[in-house]
């Protein structure tokens, strides 16, 4: 005889089925010997700096996440296959400072339109939205986006919805109160607090502006917020190191390798006169997070080259791209940046993971994503590294020569392909 529920047992129904999907996937899904696969990547190079691991390899996704890393999977062990016979095999890319907020910001580029560009199946909005206009962005732009998306609040609350007027020319819009409500509110999608420093965008404001983000980190209570710092042409060589020694570590230092002047047309990134700056050394060494952060202003190869060889590696690479710089000639799509890194010394392990493994663990999110672990979610980026002379410029209209680049093939997110083989039904997870 069936009998109703009690509200004691229907309790324990409820934790008990809150185990059972807490459970690792082998144990909550194991495969039989019947069972296929949603979708196998076929006969591609993987290259997975999380695993230190570059082989050829076959990668079985199912229900929306990673499931085997083999040498062989049988294509009839498969739903779909794609062959990469020949291609790079990734980590979803990870695009650490985008502007992704069509609509909402006036800069932004639907994420899911830059995946042909740059492979990159995450991507963070760089401040896009600010506290008064963050709902807006989660509502109607990330329930709406195959791109896995997260965020950094704007110290702003109005975001950039003002550009090309300067945000925090007038400081009272820098509301930490209203930024750290936002980032608690959305902390399963917010990572912390972006800041712009440049004297552009702040004016004679000096520290306030990063000493308000700072704060509204810490009055989120959000363990691990974090300050995203846009650098660039600051109002003097003294601000500049002072915005050094006041980031914490974990902060993330993005156009790292900015070489734009201030509004007196001086100099005043972190490297000036030739010398990277004591401070920008410090800050590496205390952990803060080097981030290329390309743009269409924000990379000098006469900056990068001095710091790197003075100790200021990058961390991560990121794209900056927006629908100013994704028509610059610079061409800051993320494939196009990792490959200016590649040309530049870098290998091909660390352009990958600089873009991978490093990115997703300076927002936080390992060891979900930037893995082809099993477990980890299903998204892969499969790449083509192309042998030939290729010209590269940065946004200081300085050039260099190269012998191989990076063109993204192919993409999928939570196990879902962008374009062929198209799903059927066309679902997303």
Known sequence: MNRPLSRRNLIRAAAAAGAWLALPSAVRAAMGPNDKFDLVIKGGEVLDPSQNLRAVRDVGIRNGIVE?????????????????????????????????????????IPADELVPFQGSATAVSAGDAGANNFAAFRRYIVGSTRTRLYAFVHIANIGLAGFPVPELYNIDYARAEDAARTVAENADLVIGIKVRMSENVIAKHGLEPLKRAIRGCELSGVAGAKVMCHIGGVETPELMSQILDLLRPRDILTHCYSGAPNIAGKFTNIVQDGKLLPAALEAKKRGVVFDVGHGGGSFDYTIAEAAIAQGATPDTISSDIHVFSGNTPGMPYLTWVMSKFLNMGFTLEQVVGMATVNAARSIGKLPKLGTLQVGAPGDVSILEVVDGPVEFVDTRNNKRAGKVHIRPVQTVAAGVVFGRPYAAPFSVR
């Open 68 to 108: 085997a890393v083999d040498a062989d999977i049988p294509v009839a062990r498969a739903l779909r296959v794609i062959q990469a016979g020949g291609r790079l095999v990734t980590p979803g890319l990870v695009d650490l400072h985008a502007h992704v907020f069509p609509y909402g910001s006036a800069i932004g």
